[in-house]
């Protein structure tokens, strides 16, 4: 039996998480759920998977469903309630589903209390690596990588000398626009951009998706999970999403891991890891896909990429800054606030202005986080 409590449960990756463990009832448990302001969904949750705490965003949201709860369940709130599900309980993995830097204090959380971590929330690697990796390391707890390009080179890795990689390659779909040029953007709506050609994401990454910054926000998290430097992390277009990354060895050997992009498949496998479970994703025909192409990262085209990869290089508290920013400037997107370009403008804009520190504490990240915030959202 293995005990689950998941961060995030009535986001995409939340909910997709518990389609896994409705696929293996019997094998899995889930201790603990922790959702935002989405309460109709996580009441069904509560119903159907039986966990014994739940949180959810706020005080008031707890008053409104605590009537409505099975007797024995408890409920919790807030950003100590998302602690309290991470950390409490019995859980022996914690899916961190949450969208943004939100997630950071929760997720050491868990770790510091010894869970196994299944990571999807890439923001927290971004804003706080050196620290969430460390810890991880001091508290023997495995950092399982959801994120499907990681999962995949997590699973290329398996059982190789880490001496013997030569570099990793991230694929990347190209998003929403990615027949589109520079000129095409400037008036592109929310609901294009929505619109993901082969992924089911929520809206945060998906825009993230289209201006390449969840790429670049991944050749982040991939520096960290796999303790590589940036010169040997590549990015390689590949719209169709099959070849979901790779890695090339000393010897010029390449191991890819390939499937139809399902994120059940990476989340399954963090959860089930070392072992592999049958699993709903549709099976993969490479005769029916017939070809497969790449083209060489287009950094003109994708001007965040490039910023994401070189905050990644300076270090610090660089990556906070721009992945600050960036949640600022795409909320204000969605809301319809700033076009579509504007985004990458404000991440600039406020890197341009950032002072960066080097090997920051939890503190200063804190503090660059909410700076990086107030100045993405008056820009
Ligand atoms: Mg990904």
Known sequence: ????????STGSIGTQTLDVVAMHPEEFEVDGLAAGNNTALLLEQVRRFKPRRVSVSTKERADEIRSSLPAGVELYSGSEGLVEIAAGGNADTVVTALVGSVGLQSTLA???????????????????????????????????????????????????????????????????????????LKDVTVEDALRH???????????????????????????????LPYEQINVLLHPESIIHSYVEFRDS????????????????????????WQSPASRLSLAQVASLTFREMDYERYPALRMAIDCGIAGGTATTAFNAANEIAVARFLRGEIPFLRIEEIIDEVLQRHDNAA??????????????????ATL
């Open 1 to 8: 039996m293995k005990r689950i409590s998941i961060l995030g």
């Open 110 to 184: 868990a770790i510091e209390a010894g869970r196994h971590i299944g990571l999807a929330n890439k923001e927290t690697l971004v804003t706080a690596g050196h620290l969430v990796t460390e810890l991880a390391g001091r508290k023997g707890v495995k950092l399982l990588p959801v994120d499907s390009e990681h999962s995949a080179i997590f699973q290329c890795l398996n059982g190789e000398n880490r001496e013997d990689v030569a570099s990793i390659t991230i694929t990347a779909s190209g998003g929403s626009f990615r027949d589109y040029g520079r000129e095409q």
């Open 197 to 227: 050609p082969n992924w089911s994401m929520g809206a945060k990454i998906t825009i993230d998706s289209a201006t390449m910054v969840n790429k670049g926000l991944e050749v982040i998290e991939a520096h960290h999970l796999f303790a």
């Open 253 to 276: 050997s390449i191991i890819a891991q390939l499937g139809t992009p399902d994120m059940r498949v990476p989340i399954q496998y963090a959860l089930t890891y070392p072992d592999r």
């Open 359 to 376: 090997n920051p504490n939890l503190e200063q990240i804190r503090l660059c986080d909410l700076a990086s915030r107030e100045l993405a």
